[in-house]
C-alpha cells in the first residue's frame, strides 16, 4: 500500500477514535445523534432568517463531520457494535445530512427576498433537499449554480447509500467493508 494510502487511513482511524464525533460516542452516542439533527434543523432555521452563510458554514462542518466518521467507522473498525443500532444512527445520519444540505436550498429559493413563510422556507429547503439527496433531484434547477450544488448532493447521496450503507450492510453477513 503505498504512503498516501496509509495517510488516509491514518487519517481515517484518527477521525473515528480521536475525532470531533468519536467524543459523544460510545456512551452519549444517542444524544450526539439526537442534538446533531436538532442543530441542523436550528441551522436550516436560521437561513430562513436570511443567516445563510452561518447556517451554511454550521451545516457543512456537521455534513462533513458525518460523512468522514461514518467512512471510517466502515473502513477502520471492522465491524458493527449493534448491528441494528449502527443502522438506525446511520439512517438517521443520512436524514441528517438532507436537513444540513437544506440551507443551501433556502438561498437558492429565497436567497432573493422572496416574501414567503419562515415554515415555507424550512419546508421547501428540506424537501428539495431529500429529493436531490435521494437522487431524484430537485423539481427544478434553474442556475448554473444550483444544477452543480444538486449534482454535488447527489453525489454524496450515492455514496453515503452505496459505500457506508452497504457497507455495514455486509457486516451483517459476516463480510468487512475493506
Known sequence: MSECWLAVHRFLFCWVHRGPSSYFCCPYEEVYVAL???????????ATWGCYKTAIIGAAVLAIDMLLFNTAVVFE?????????????TMIAY??????????????????????RTWDQLATGIYQSVRT??????????????????????????????????????????????
Open 36 to 46: 446533531r439533527l436538532a442543530v441542523l434543523v436550528g441551522l436550516a432555521w436560521l
Open 77 to 89: 473498525t471492522g465491524g458493527l457494535g449493534d448491528p441494528l443500532r449502527s443502522i438506525v444512527f
Open 95 to 116: 436524514a441528517s445530512l438532507a436537513v444540513a444540505f437544506a440551507p443551501a436550498w433556502i438561498v437558492f429559493r429565497f436567497g432573493s427576498g422572496a416574501g414567503a
Open 133 to 178: 439527496l435521494t437522487t431524484s433531484g430537485p423539481e427544478t434547477a434553474f442556475s448554473a449554480g444550483e444544477k452543480l450544488f444538486a449534482s454535488f448532493e447527489m453525489l454524496v447521496g450515492i455514496y453515503f447509500l452505496s459505500i457506508v450503507l452497504a457497507g455495514y450492510l455486509s457486516w451483517l453477513n459476516g463480510g468487512r467493508a475493506s
